[in-house]
Antibody, heavy 119, light 110 residues
Framework: QVQLVQSGAEVKKPGASVKVSCKASGYTFTSYYMHWVRQAPGQGLEWMGIINPSGGSTSYAQKFQGRVTMTRDTSTSTVYMELSSLRSEDTAVYYC????????????WGQGTMVTVSS | QSALTQPASVSGSPGQSITISCTGTSSDVGSYNLVSWYQQHPGKAPKLMIYEVSKRPSGVSNRFSGSKSGNTASLTISGLQAEDEADYYCCSYAGSSSVVFGGGTKLTVL
């Protein structure tokens, strides 16, 4: 079945970087965009950016420009999201979500990865 | 971009209908028929309920429907059931390969 499986929870110190992985299975990896969305504790959803697994092109939300990098490995059908210069406000659950072609909707979601930033 | 505006909470009794609004601007909701809605139960990942304003993915109950007028999109749930109690988020394409979410609405089934 179609699924996205993310890496496990992380605890990082302020100023560090974190890299979260999202492994896709059950469909053609390069045929769908992948988005990253985060959710701080008790807060709403926040879109971070998108990667096209086919060519690797990316687009990031203005808020994260310069701090986020999204990459992919087509040999393992895995996308990665790296966030640098972490601060306490980055404590959140990070989700990867498959983007439906042309619809800009997210039809399959990963289970989420909790990233805690604490000194 | 600024988040889309949703009511913080709505409530209804079993069997009733409720509507959740989602107000954006002429740069997002008003410009594109690319509004989607997500249901999220506590501790779970969001689930796609509506895409392209009014289309339902396979497997989603026809009790869920979507619409749009101008800069405001709406999600209507008819025949409310206890399992509909959850948080609901709207989302819109906002141009330049970007997306914006609403702040979320907590639905309580009384």
């Amino acid at each position: 079945q179609v699924q996205l499986v993310q890496s496990g929870a992380e605890v990082k110190k302020p100023g560090a970087s974190v890299k979260v992985s999202c492994k896709a299975s059950g469909y053609t990896f390069t045929s769908y965009y992948m988005h990253w969305v985060r959710q701080a504790p008790g807060q709403g959803l926040e879109w971070m950016g998108i990667i096209n697994p086919s060519g690797g092109s990316t687009s990031y939300a203005q808020k994260f420009q310069g701090r986020v990098t999204m990459t992919r490995d087509t040999s393992t059908s895995t996308v990665y999201m790296e966030l640098s210069s972490l601060r306490s406000e980055d404590t959140a659950v990070y989700y990867c979500a498959r983007g439906t072609l042309l619809s800009w909707a997210f039809d399959i979601w990963g289970q989420g990865t909790m990233v805690t930033v604490s000194s | 971009q600024s988040a889309l505006t949703q009511p913080a909470s709505v409530s209804g009794s079993p069997g009733q209908s409720i509507t959740i609004s989602c107000t954006g601007t002429s740069s997002d909701v008003g410009s594109y028929n690319l509004v989607s809605w997500y249901q999220q139960h506590p501790g779970k990942a969001p689930k796609l309920m509506i895409y392209e304003v009014s289309k339902r993915p396979s497997g989603v109950s026809n009790r869920f429907s979507g619409s749009k007028s101008g800069n405001t999109a709406s999600l209507t749930i008819s025949g409310l059931q206890a399992e509909d109690e959850a948080d609901y988020y709207c989302c819109s394409y906002a141009g330049s390969s970007s997306v914006v979410f609403g702040g979320g609405t907590k639905l309580t089934v009384l």
